[in-house]
């Protein structure tokens, strides 16, 4: 299920607005189209029929047992100047809780878009520069998003959705060279804070917390935050996105299995619990708008940036309509060995949406969906074990601290003081203390629940699903701007902070003191 990423799951919506590049402009266009059909409320006709309870019924049908659903900022609020459609796609993610429920399946929630862009990825709202732990707004931004996820946590980790949403990875695909593993761990530690603040500690309270590994490696991570309550590693393994080849599907069929089979078995052992957040059957970049819209394909020579040798024409690797039974069994074997060498994977996407040019899905190898109904995904994806022999394969179990178990959350002191939050330095930027900061004194937004109704008696009553926050020792204000400070436009990428940053007094209080793990509220 996607409620980000619409660019590559329903590329029509871009097509019909060939100026958008990202949900920020897409989300421009729509507001600034006033004829009949047009407005921002194109974007909920999208949550409404794009992916349905149907879906989930064929979800469980095929298999597959959990969905990861990326969610963005917005759908807890927007500020001044945002021009998303805010809170509407919350109302499908409760959607989303109740079918899961329903079919078996549970979720991992992922905090897919940060406020100014942790990556600059257009997925991650808006195109262009990294605003997230990085440039003169990276404390600011981040401060905003700590409390997001804060948030979101206190509403799943309520037990009326706690048995349903069982992982929330904090923040996807942060971009850890440019940030720095030092201001990117101190920021993990904090968000694991603040969830951990909202569960309470040990099996049962709560969701695990997954890391994005920040694309600078699983070993980077080896060992990282001993006795920890429940934490996870999560990697994105592609192998689309580097160089490119002219090799036949065919020649992949242990490519998963050499590249990623020995990664994983050894994190599970370093790191502990470890899953690929992210995989497709796609072997080079060939997609309607896979790398963005309108930046073309490095297959084709055409990717911007950069100067791509040309390797072919991308429509073999598109036109799933005339693949043979030869191509369709080689992209099942991949996909076979991926699912084998990744152990614990969810694969990019369930579905694509149709082009509105051609009128067909044009990223056949990102469709789970499209798969199954067309004979190139397993019907069964248990059959996949084994595929890649024994190749140095993980023994259980798990330590009992990292499932929630006896030692779980009793974090060295030592350690808990070596990432103090924040951090004193930002890249691109300079000294914290030098930056525009927010200060907790706003209102912290509470996530409304779903109102579920049964009769007693001659009686409708309301069920109880909570009221949004499951800790009420959990008090503290929301981050806000400080009236007598100036800031910068959140995606303001690289730039001087402001000169003065804040007049007389306001300063002092503009950076709060460093966090410490809170001591564990209940024990499972």
Known sequence: MNLTYIYLSAPALYQKYPTAIDEWTLSEAMAADTS???????????????????????????GLNFVRIPLPYWAIEVRSGEPFLPKTSWTYFLKAIQWARKYGLRINLDFHALPGSQNGWNHSGKFGSINVLYGPMGIANAQRSLDYIRILAEFISQPEYQDVVIIFGITNEPQGT??????????????????????????????????????LGLPQWAGWLPNADRIALDDHPYICFDG??????????????????????????????????????????????????????????????GTWPVIGSCTPWTDW???????????????????????????????????????????????????????????????????????????????AWQTGGVGAGQIAAAVTASYTWPPAQISNAGAVSLLPSYTPTGTVATLPPPTFT??????????????????????????????????????????APPSPLCSSGAAARAVPAPLITPVARHQS
């Open 454 to 495: 049964y009769s007693s008696g001659h009686a409708v009553k309301t069920a109880s699903a909570g009221d949004g926050w499951e800790n009420p020792s959990d008090t503290a204000s929301g981050m806000v701007g400080i009236a007598s400070c100036s800031y910068l436009n959140p995606w303001i990428g690289t730039a």
């Open 178 to 215: 440019p940030i720095g593993k030092d201001a990117l761990s101190r920021y993990y530690m904090q968000a694991y804070d603040n969830v951990r603040e909202a569960s309470g500690i040990g099996a049962g309270n709560g969701p695990f917390i997954s890391y994005h590994d920040g694309f």
């Open 321 to 399: 309509q005339s693949w043979n039974s030869t191509m369709k069994s080689s992209i099942e074997q991949f996909a076979l060995a991926s699912m084998d060498a990744l152990q614990n994977w969810f694969f990019w996407t369930w579905k694509i949406g149709n082009s509105s040019t051609s009128g067909v899905v044009e990223s056949p190898q990102w469709s789970y969906q499209l798969g199954l109904q067309n004979g190139w995904m397993p019907a069964d994806p248990r059959v996949a074990s084994g595929t890649c022999a024994n190749q140095g394969i993980w023994s259980p179990p798990l330590q």
């Open 244 to 305: 490119q080849s002219s090799a036949p599907m065919s020649s992949y069929a242990q490519t998963p299995c050499t590249t990623w089979g020995g990664m994983m078995n050894t994190s599970m052992n370093a790191f502990g619990f470890t899953a690929a957040g992210e995989f497709s059957n796609a072997v080079t970049d060939c997609g309607l708008y896979l790398n963005g819209v309108g930046l073309g394909t490095r297959y084709e020579g055409t990717y911007t940036p």
């Open 36 to 62: 009949p059909g047009g407005g921002l409320s194109q974007l909920e006709t999208h949550y409404q029929t794009f992916i349905t309870e149907q879906d989930f019924a064929e979800i469980a049908g095929a």
